[in-house]
């Protein structure tokens, strides 16, 4: 027995010492790349700037006309908006990458158990109710998540079985009451009145009115649900094995998927709480990690897609300001756009 270990021991290291390399470069490649998106974005816009003018923006304290327009573009517009999709997208990729390990599904994206519906139709309740002006600033992420977890509850209810969650209906559960919500939004839109365009970005997604407070709420959200990701990646693989396989192996099912659902939960309402619904990221971002790291070990995926999903939302932003000279176009027209083709390609695979 002790020598069937060591040669188990010696079979397994060159294998996770490739994948670890492998990690190691992709990571690299990708923060670099992810940097140097956000410097290409800072630039690019209806008022183009060169390195120079970001660079005095961001470190000179000129006082000239020229270089105020150019400090408040970069420090007050696009900074905050591009490190706001940045979070956004990587939160929308780290709940994908969740929600495809809960349901066993490539295909699953984090709206798929309607929280985004309950989200954004509680942040439509809300503007309707006029509570936006009297609390701004706290009255429409209040809603968000109290809508997304009102969701969820209400989800997991239909979809429990003697006490377990079934992952096949907690999906249907999901798509029934994404449909009920998705109802009431359309009636939400039609009894707005004064505050439909208000609603209306919310529910195409867009980040035009990115703030530094927006990114105090999503930042420190998206990193310690990344790193509860990442601590439950191990569960992740076991339980992609299938669900019994894993309990023997001993893992408890029903608390690794609560703690999943939660975690991923939390990332999808934190991201309609600041900028509204943006689809396929969570889709997109999970495969396109699996392919660079040519493994669908969660140890590795998840930062990877997180960094990816990043990236995919910083260029859709910045393609929504720049095709359009203005933010007439929303980023979540943006990802539909990329996103529909892509999600086709996988069905056909399938």
């Not at 006082?63 to 979070?87: E, G, H, K």
């Not at 969650?165 to 939004?185: H, K, M, P, Y």
């Not at 897609?305 to 095709?323: F, P, Y």
């Amino acid at each position: 027995m002790q020598i069937g270990k060591r040669e188990q021991v010696r079979t397994k290291r060159p294998h996770q010492s490739k994948s670890w390399n492998r990690f190691k470069t992709v990571l690299i490649f990708t923060g670099l790349f992810l940097t140097l998106s956000s410097l290409a974005a800072l630039c690019l816009g209806p008022v183009p700037l060169s390195l120079e003018d970001i660079s005095s923006a961001l470190f000179s304290a000129h006082n000239n006309i020229t270089s105020a327009d150019a400090a408040l573009i970069v420090r007050q517009i696009r900074l905050p908006r591009i490190l706001l999709a940045a979070f956004v997208g990587a939160a929308l990729a780290g709940s994908g990458i969740g929600f495809q390990s809960l349901l066993r599904n490539d295909l699953a994206d984090p709206y798929i158990l309607g929280i985004s519906s309950g989200a954004s139709t509680m942040v439509a309740a809300a503007s309707i109710a006029g509570l936006a002006p009297r609390l701004a600033g706290v009255a429409l992420p209040i809603a968000a998540f109290g809508g997304g977890f009102i969701t969820l509850l209400i989800v997991l209810g239909i979809a429990k079985r003697n006490r377990r969650i079934d992952a096949r209906s907690l999906l249907l559960a999901g798509v029934i009451v994404s449909a009920f919500l998705s109802a009431l939004e359309l009636s939400a839109l039609r009894l707005a009145g004064y505050n439909f365009d208000q609603i209306l970005n919310w529910l195409m997604g867009s980040l035009a009115s990115a703030t530094w407070q927006d990114i105090w709420l999503v930042a420190p959200l998206t990193i310690i649900c990344l790193i509860a990701l990442t601590y439950l990646s191990p569960s992740m693989n076991l339980y992609s094995l299938g669900e019994e396989s894993a309990q023997q192996l001993g893992l408890d099912a029903e608390q690794f998927k609560k703690a999943v659902i939660f975690v991923s939960t939390v990332l999808a309402a934190a991201t309609v709480a600041a900028v509204g619904i943006i689809g396929f990221i969570g889709l997109i971002a999970p495969h396109i990690a699996r392919r660079l790291m040519k493994t669908a070990d969660h140890r590795f995926t998840i930062i990877i897609a997180a960094l990816c999903g990043a990236i995919m939302l910083v260029w859709s932003d910045t393609g929504a300001r720049v095709l359009l000279g203005g933010d007439l176009l929303p980023v979540g027209a943006i990802t539909a756009f990329l996103g529909a083709p892509f999600f086709c390609y996988l069905l056909r695979r399938r």
